[in-house]
């Protein structure tokens, strides 16, 4: 039987991941990282569940039959969807740059990758990013199932430019050492998981 103070560190590191995933991720992968059973993962999430139900605030957690997601609560969704629309249809804020920045230059690159260059949660901004047609999904190298992310011909013609080797200082920003070792770092962390 697992403990109290066992089961509600589980319960905020499953919170967590959702969090940080920013999308669906299935029972099998949480299950992998907390080196869990399907099983016990699944009765963690329904706790978690029921909790945010309770509290009825601006969250839910989805459960579908293989994955589950943290998801905005209806009642919320129109201001939701509101602010949403401002960020795709106004101006780029810094952290949609900041970000813009880390792909077009290190990219393709991974969501955790840059996450763990900017040091928070980039799931918004990267959907957001990717609405407005300035970055694009790429296929995952062989053996790695995240999703990477590279700048489109669109944001090239915005910029005036037809390679990315074009942008100011590339060849030093791209193969900068200091981001090299959070990437390691990074890398070494999740291989060890």
């Known amino acids: 039987m697992v403990s109290e103070k066992k089961a509600e560190n589980m319960l905020a590191v499953i919170e967590a991941i959702l969090f940080m995933y920013g999308k669906e991720v299935s029972f099998v992968r949480i299950a992998e990282l907390l080196e869990s059973t399907e099983e016990v993962i699944r009765e963690h999430v329904v706790k978690l569940q029921e909790s945010y139900a309770e509290r009825d605030g601006g969250l839910r957690i989805m459960i579908g039959d ?24 106004g101006p780029l804020t810094s952290v949609a740059m900041e970000v813009l920045a880390i792909i077009a230059y290190r990219g393709p690159i991974g969501k955790v990758d840059v996450e763990a260059i900017r040091g928070v949660n980039c799931s918004f901004t990267l959907r957001n990013l990717v609405r407005r047609g300035l970055i694009e999904h790429v296929r995952a190298d062989e053996g790695r199932r995240a999703q990477r992310y590279q700048v489109t011909m669109d944001f090239l013609r915005i910029l005036g430019i037809t390679t990315v080797e074009e942008l100011p200082e590339f060849i030093e920003l791209s193969t900068d050492k200091r981001i090299d070792a959070i990437l390691y770092n990074e890398q070494h962390n999740t291989q060890e998981v």
Do not use: D, L, N, R
Not at 66 to 89: D, G, L, Y
């Open 66 to 89: 293989h994955h589950v997601q943290m998801v905005t609560h209806p009642a919320v969704a129109t201001i939701i969807e509101q602010m949403t629309k401002k960020e795709i249809e």
